[in-house]
Protein backbone atom coordinates (compact mmCIF):
# COMPACT_ATOMS: atom_id res chain seq x y z
CA UNK A 1 0.00 0.00 0.00
CA UNK A 2 0.95 3.45 -0.74
CA UNK A 3 0.25 6.01 2.04
CA UNK A 4 0.83 9.92 1.61
CA UNK A 5 1.58 11.93 4.75
CA UNK A 6 1.44 15.64 5.12
CA UNK A 7 3.13 17.38 8.06
CA UNK A 8 3.07 20.84 9.90
CA UNK A 9 4.84 22.01 12.43
CA UNK A 10 2.17 24.08 14.77
CA UNK A 11 0.54 21.03 15.91
CA UNK A 12 2.85 18.41 16.98
CA UNK A 13 3.75 18.17 20.73
CA UNK A 14 5.73 21.40 22.26
CA UNK A 15 5.79 23.72 19.49
CA UNK A 16 5.94 26.87 21.31
CA UNK A 17 4.08 29.40 19.74
CA UNK A 18 4.05 33.28 20.40
CA UNK A 19 2.07 36.23 18.45
CA UNK A 20 4.30 38.50 16.06
CA UNK A 21 1.38 41.24 16.12
CA UNK A 22 -1.51 39.75 13.87
CA UNK A 23 0.01 36.11 13.20
CA UNK A 24 1.53 33.57 14.53
CA UNK A 25 6.11 32.43 14.87
CA UNK A 26 7.39 29.60 16.26
CA UNK A 27 10.37 30.44 18.94
CA UNK A 28 11.74 27.11 19.65
CA UNK A 29 11.92 25.74 16.05
CA UNK A 30 14.73 23.72 16.27
CA UNK A 31 12.57 21.53 19.28
CA UNK A 32 9.52 21.19 17.42
CA UNK A 33 11.47 20.45 14.20
CA UNK A 34 13.23 17.62 15.94
CA UNK A 35 9.69 16.58 17.83
CA UNK A 36 8.06 16.56 14.58
CA UNK A 37 10.55 14.60 12.76
CA UNK A 38 9.92 11.67 15.94
CA UNK A 39 5.85 11.98 15.13
CA UNK A 40 6.61 11.24 11.32
CA UNK A 41 8.90 8.61 12.34
CA UNK A 42 6.11 7.09 14.96
CA UNK A 43 3.87 7.22 12.20
CA UNK A 44 5.69 5.46 9.63
CA UNK A 45 6.76 2.43 12.10
CA UNK A 46 2.75 2.27 12.68
CA UNK A 47 2.04 2.18 8.82
CA UNK A 48 4.98 0.17 8.18
CA UNK A 49 3.33 -2.44 10.35
CA UNK A 50 -0.02 -2.31 9.26
CA UNK A 51 1.36 -3.34 5.47
CA UNK A 52 2.54 0.17 3.76
CA UNK A 53 4.84 -0.58 0.94
CA UNK A 54 5.65 3.05 0.39
CA UNK A 55 5.31 6.03 2.19
CA UNK A 56 5.78 9.25 0.53
CA UNK A 57 6.16 12.51 3.50
CA UNK A 58 5.67 16.20 2.33
CA UNK A 59 7.29 18.76 4.81
CA UNK A 60 4.52 21.12 4.36
CA UNK A 61 5.26 23.66 6.89
CA UNK A 62 6.48 27.61 5.36
CA UNK A 63 9.62 26.66 3.73
CA UNK A 64 9.43 22.47 3.79
CA UNK A 65 12.49 22.68 6.37
CA UNK A 66 10.90 21.44 9.10
CA UNK A 67 11.87 17.75 8.78
CA UNK A 68 15.65 16.65 9.40
CA UNK A 69 15.87 14.02 6.35
CA UNK A 70 19.39 12.42 7.88
CA UNK A 71 16.83 11.14 11.11
CA UNK A 72 14.14 10.63 8.94
CA UNK A 73 12.65 6.43 8.99
CA UNK A 74 14.73 4.33 6.38
CA UNK A 75 10.73 3.10 5.60
CA UNK A 76 9.75 6.92 4.47
CA UNK A 77 11.00 9.57 1.23
CA UNK A 78 10.77 12.75 1.93
CA UNK A 79 9.35 15.43 -0.03
CA UNK A 80 10.16 19.18 0.13
CA UNK A 81 8.25 22.50 -1.55
CA UNK A 82 9.99 25.44 -3.31
CA UNK A 83 9.22 27.92 -6.49
CA UNK A 84 6.24 28.92 -8.21
CA UNK A 85 5.61 25.94 -10.76
CA UNK A 86 4.31 23.26 -8.81
CA UNK A 87 1.15 21.48 -8.35
CA UNK A 88 -1.30 22.41 -5.73
CA UNK A 89 -2.00 18.72 -4.40
CA UNK A 90 0.96 16.66 -3.57
CA UNK A 91 -0.78 13.26 -4.06
CA UNK A 92 -2.96 11.21 -6.71
CA UNK A 93 -5.36 8.41 -7.16
CA UNK A 94 -2.11 6.05 -6.91
CA UNK A 95 -2.19 6.00 -3.09
CA UNK A 96 -4.23 4.06 -0.58
CA UNK A 97 -4.53 6.65 1.85
CA UNK A 98 -3.72 9.91 3.15
CA UNK A 99 -2.48 11.10 6.87
CA UNK A 100 -2.03 14.85 8.19
CA UNK A 101 0.02 15.26 11.14
CA UNK A 102 1.00 18.31 13.44
CA UNK A 103 -1.97 19.86 12.12
CA UNK A 104 -3.86 23.06 13.84
CA UNK A 105 -7.38 24.27 13.66
CA UNK A 106 -8.68 26.82 11.22
CA UNK A 107 -8.36 30.35 12.01
CA UNK A 108 -10.56 31.95 14.64
CA UNK A 109 -11.26 28.90 17.10
CA UNK A 110 -11.32 30.28 20.65
CA UNK A 111 -9.06 27.05 21.32
CA UNK A 112 -6.97 26.17 18.62
CA UNK A 113 -3.18 26.62 19.73
CA UNK A 114 -1.60 28.75 16.75
CA UNK A 115 -4.99 28.53 14.79
CA UNK A 116 -4.51 30.44 11.32
CA UNK A 117 -5.70 29.30 7.77
CA UNK A 118 -2.54 29.04 5.50
CA UNK A 119 -1.76 32.82 5.98
CA UNK A 120 -1.39 33.85 9.79
CA UNK A 121 -1.30 37.52 8.27
CA UNK A 122 -3.95 37.17 5.76
CA UNK A 123 -6.84 34.87 6.13
CA UNK A 124 -9.92 35.83 8.55
CA UNK A 125 -12.45 33.03 7.26
CA UNK A 126 -12.73 30.73 4.49
CA UNK A 127 -15.77 28.72 3.48
CA UNK A 128 -16.23 26.16 0.87
CA UNK A 129 -19.78 25.27 -0.20
CA UNK A 130 -20.84 27.52 2.74
CA UNK A 131 -18.97 25.74 5.63
CA UNK A 132 -16.07 27.06 7.43
CA UNK A 133 -12.96 25.38 6.65
CA UNK A 134 -9.49 25.55 7.16
CA UNK A 135 -6.18 23.53 6.62
CA UNK A 136 -7.39 20.17 7.73
CA UNK A 137 -10.23 20.40 5.54
CA UNK A 138 -8.60 20.97 2.59
CA UNK A 139 -6.33 18.45 2.59
CA UNK A 140 -9.10 16.17 3.73
CA UNK A 141 -10.79 17.64 -0.03
CA UNK A 142 -7.42 17.14 -1.90
CA UNK A 143 -7.46 13.51 -1.05
CA UNK A 144 -11.16 13.11 -1.72
CA UNK A 145 -10.75 14.53 -5.28
CA UNK A 146 -8.37 11.64 -5.99
CA UNK A 147 -10.86 9.15 -3.93
CA UNK A 148 -8.38 8.70 -1.53
CA UNK A 149 -9.50 8.42 2.17
CA UNK A 150 -7.85 10.49 5.19
CA UNK A 151 -7.42 7.95 7.37
CA UNK A 152 -5.25 9.28 10.94
CA UNK A 153 -4.74 13.22 11.48
CA UNK A 154 -3.36 14.46 14.80
CA UNK A 155 -2.66 18.03 16.69
CA UNK A 156 -4.06 19.95 19.10
CA UNK A 157 -7.35 18.67 20.56
CA UNK A 158 -9.26 21.90 18.84
CA UNK A 159 -7.51 20.51 15.21
CA UNK A 160 -8.37 16.18 15.85
CA UNK A 161 -12.00 18.30 16.76
CA UNK A 162 -12.04 19.76 13.19
CA UNK A 163 -11.06 16.52 11.49
CA UNK A 164 -13.65 14.51 13.00
CA UNK A 165 -16.31 17.63 11.86
CA UNK A 166 -15.22 17.36 8.37
CA UNK A 167 -15.37 13.21 8.27
CA UNK A 168 -18.31 12.58 10.36
CA UNK A 169 -18.45 8.81 8.93
CA UNK A 170 -14.75 8.12 10.50
CA UNK A 171 -11.53 9.54 10.99
CA UNK A 172 -8.49 8.12 13.61
CA UNK A 173 -7.13 11.16 15.92
CA UNK A 174 -4.39 11.26 17.84
CA UNK A 175 -4.10 14.35 20.35
CA UNK A 176 -0.82 16.24 21.09
CA UNK A 177 -2.17 18.93 23.68
CA UNK A 178 -5.08 20.31 24.96
CA UNK A 179 -5.11 24.16 24.19
CA UNK A 180 -6.67 26.86 26.56
CA UNK A 181 -5.71 29.70 24.15
CA UNK A 182 -4.15 30.74 21.20
CA UNK A 183 -0.75 30.70 22.87
CA UNK A 184 -1.10 29.02 25.71
CA UNK A 185 -1.52 24.99 26.24
CA UNK A 186 -1.31 21.81 28.10
CA UNK A 187 1.59 19.36 26.11
CA UNK A 188 1.07 15.99 26.04
CA UNK A 189 4.25 13.99 26.75
CA UNK A 190 6.37 13.23 23.40
CA UNK A 191 6.85 9.78 24.35
CA UNK A 192 3.00 9.19 25.20
CA UNK A 193 1.81 10.56 21.78
CA UNK A 194 4.31 8.84 19.49
CA UNK A 195 3.71 5.72 21.36
CA UNK A 196 -0.60 6.60 20.23
CA UNK A 197 0.86 7.26 16.83
CA UNK A 198 2.18 4.09 16.05
CA UNK A 199 -0.74 2.27 17.83
CA UNK A 200 -3.06 4.73 15.60
CA UNK A 201 -1.45 4.50 12.43
CA UNK A 202 -1.36 0.59 12.45
CA UNK A 203 -5.17 0.29 13.36
CA UNK A 204 -6.01 2.81 10.63
CA UNK A 205 -4.07 1.13 8.25
CA UNK A 206 -5.24 -2.14 8.48
CA UNK A 207 -8.93 -1.48 8.88
CA UNK A 208 -8.65 1.47 5.49
CA UNK A 209 -11.61 0.20 4.05
CA UNK A 210 -13.66 1.44 6.56
CA UNK A 211 -12.51 4.98 6.19
CA UNK A 212 -14.25 7.14 3.18
CA UNK A 213 -13.11 9.79 1.18
CA UNK A 214 -15.41 12.81 1.09
CA UNK A 215 -17.78 12.27 -1.79
CA UNK A 216 -17.54 15.05 -4.56
CA UNK A 217 -20.29 17.39 -4.99
CA UNK A 218 -21.12 18.96 -8.47
CA UNK A 219 -19.52 22.31 -7.95
CA UNK A 220 -17.47 24.56 -5.38
CA UNK A 221 -17.69 27.70 -3.97
CA UNK A 222 -14.94 29.24 -2.58
CA UNK A 223 -15.11 31.84 -0.51
CA UNK A 224 -12.22 34.02 1.16
CA UNK A 225 -12.45 36.71 3.44
CA UNK A 226 -8.99 38.67 3.82
CA UNK A 227 -7.75 40.47 6.80
CA UNK A 228 -7.03 43.43 4.46
CA UNK A 229 -8.78 44.86 1.15
CA UNK A 230 -5.91 45.18 -0.27
CA UNK A 231 -4.65 41.71 -0.20
CA UNK A 232 -8.41 40.93 -2.26
CA UNK A 233 -7.74 43.54 -4.58
CA UNK A 234 -4.97 40.80 -5.83
CA UNK A 235 -7.31 38.06 -6.07
CA UNK A 236 -10.08 40.77 -7.85
CA UNK A 237 -7.05 41.00 -10.71
CA UNK A 238 -6.39 37.18 -11.24
CA UNK A 239 -10.44 36.79 -12.19
CA UNK A 240 -12.38 36.14 -8.52
CA UNK A 241 -15.44 37.56 -7.50
CA UNK A 242 -15.29 40.62 -5.45
CA UNK A 243 -18.14 40.34 -2.71
CA UNK A 244 -16.95 43.53 -0.63
CA UNK A 245 -14.51 45.26 0.34
CA UNK A 246 -11.78 42.21 1.88
CA UNK A 247 -14.08 39.33 0.56
CA UNK A 248 -13.39 37.29 -2.66
CA UNK A 249 -15.33 34.07 -4.28
CA UNK A 250 -14.31 31.80 -6.91
CA UNK A 251 -16.33 28.86 -7.91
CA UNK A 252 -16.33 25.85 -10.56
CA UNK A 253 -17.17 22.54 -11.09
CA UNK A 254 -13.02 21.32 -10.22
CA UNK A 255 -12.24 21.02 -6.26
CA UNK A 256 -8.45 20.79 -7.38
CA UNK A 257 -8.55 23.93 -10.06
CA UNK A 258 -11.13 26.14 -7.65
CA UNK A 259 -8.05 25.83 -5.13
CA UNK A 260 -5.66 26.34 -7.35
CA UNK A 261 -7.20 29.67 -8.89
CA UNK A 262 -6.99 30.64 -5.09
CA UNK A 263 -3.49 29.83 -4.53
CA UNK A 264 -2.68 32.31 -7.60
CA UNK A 265 -2.92 29.29 -10.88
CA UNK A 266 -5.61 31.19 -14.01
CA UNK A 267 -8.58 29.36 -14.93
CA UNK A 268 -7.57 25.80 -16.25
CA UNK A 269 -4.35 26.58 -16.43
CA UNK A 270 -3.08 24.07 -13.56
CA UNK A 271 -4.76 20.68 -14.25
CA UNK A 272 -3.49 21.22 -17.89
CA UNK A 273 -0.04 21.84 -17.14
CA UNK A 274 0.21 18.95 -14.47
CA UNK A 275 -2.52 16.84 -16.01
CA UNK A 276 -4.64 16.56 -12.94
CA UNK A 277 -8.18 14.89 -13.42
CA UNK A 278 -9.67 12.78 -10.44
CA UNK A 279 -8.16 9.63 -12.30
CA UNK A 280 -5.04 10.72 -12.21
CA UNK A 281 -2.20 7.85 -12.01
CA UNK A 282 -5.24 5.21 -11.55
CA UNK A 283 -4.06 2.44 -10.97
Request: aromatic fraction near 6%; include cysteine.
Amino acid sequence: MKIHIMTDLEGPSGTNGRSDGIGNKTVNIPIACQVLTEEVNACVEGLLAGGAKHIVVWDGHGGSNSIDITKLHPGAELGTIGGDLYPVTFLDASYDAAVQLGAHAMQGVADGYMNHTFNSHGVANMWLNGERIGEIGIGIWKAAYFRVPTILVSGDDAACREAHACLPDGVATVSTKRSISRYTVINRNPVAVRTDLRTAAEQALRNVANYKPKPMPDKFELTVQMMCPNLADNWEKRGAERLDHATIRICGTDFVDVWSQYTGWAPGVHNRKFSVTPDLNRR
